[in-house]
């Protein structure tokens, strides 16, 4: 079955350490996104990218950074500068073009501080 | 600039009772689309519907039911019958053709009482 596989589930960052959360689809879309969910905040977009070794920045893009290098991948590293990157994580991927096209969403990693 | 408003926090209902989350949207764009989004405690979003602005009519899916209203911007979702197994958090965006971003609401959470 195609689908969007997030790891890990959980994961726990050390003060000053920089961790990267996995995001892999085998859904064939060119667009990838990741969002980070708060409560209360509903999802707030951080980065997204529509094709291979380009991506832009969303709303809430400091502290993190991101590469596609591979259609598949869109890894998302939360970096040493978030000084708050507690929250839940979310990747999706869409068609490119197809803006009546539903994001898929994977079942996210729940990111801790130690 | 678009905007999604659902404000409903929190609902609780008894189950078998009808429940309806509001949804409220913003845009200066003719053209657009609206979702739903139903994240169970899992945590991973499911699509549920989509409109294009163009297309006012009702939908129904089940017990699931739709009512989009241009005239006040709203995109209504009812839930007949409810159940324990809808207990969810449900999300509605909105996403212009001109623009590669969906705009999530902060989501209503749902709890159905047995």
């Known amino acids: 079955d195609g689908g969007i596989t997030q790891s890990p589930k959980y994961l726990f960052r050390k003060e000053g350490q920089n961790v990267t959360l996995s995001c892999e689809q085998n859904?064939?879309?060119?667009?990838m996104y990741w969002y980070r969910q708060d409560p209360g905040q509903g999802l707030r977009l951080i980065y997204y990218s529509q094709i291979v070794n380009d991506f832009q920045k969303g709303d809430i893009a400091e502290g993190y950074s991101v590469s596609r290098e591979k259609k598949e991948s869109f890894p998302l590293t939360v970096t040493s500068a978030q000084k708050n990157p507690t929250a839940f994580y979310l990747c999706?991927?869409?068609?490119?073009?197809?803006?009546?096209?539903?994001?898929?969403f994977g079942d996210g990693t729940r990111l801790s501080i130690l | 600039a678009q905007k999604v408003t659902q404000a409903q926090t929190e609902i609780s209902v008894v189950e078998k009772e009808d429940v309806t989350l509001d949804c409220v949207y913003e845009t200066r764009d003719t053209t657009y689309y609206l979702f739903w989004y139903k994240q169970p405690p899992s945590g991973e979003l499911v699509f549920l519907i989509r409109r294009n602005s163009f297309d006012e009519q009702n939908e129904i899916s089940g017990r699931y039911s739709w009512n989009f209203q241009k005239s006040t911007s709203s995109f209504n979702f009812t839930i007949t019958a409810s159940q324990v197994v809808d207990s969810a958090v449900y999300f509605c965006?909105?996403?212009?053709?001109?623009?590669?971003?969906?705009?999530f609401g902060k989501g209503t959470r749902l709890h159905i009482l047995p």
């Open positions: 999706a991927s869409s068609i490119v073009g197809g803006v009546g096209q539903p994001q898929h």
């Open positions: 859904l064939n879309h060119d667009a």
């Open positions: 965006a909105l996403r212009v053709t001109r623009d590669d971003k969906i705009i």
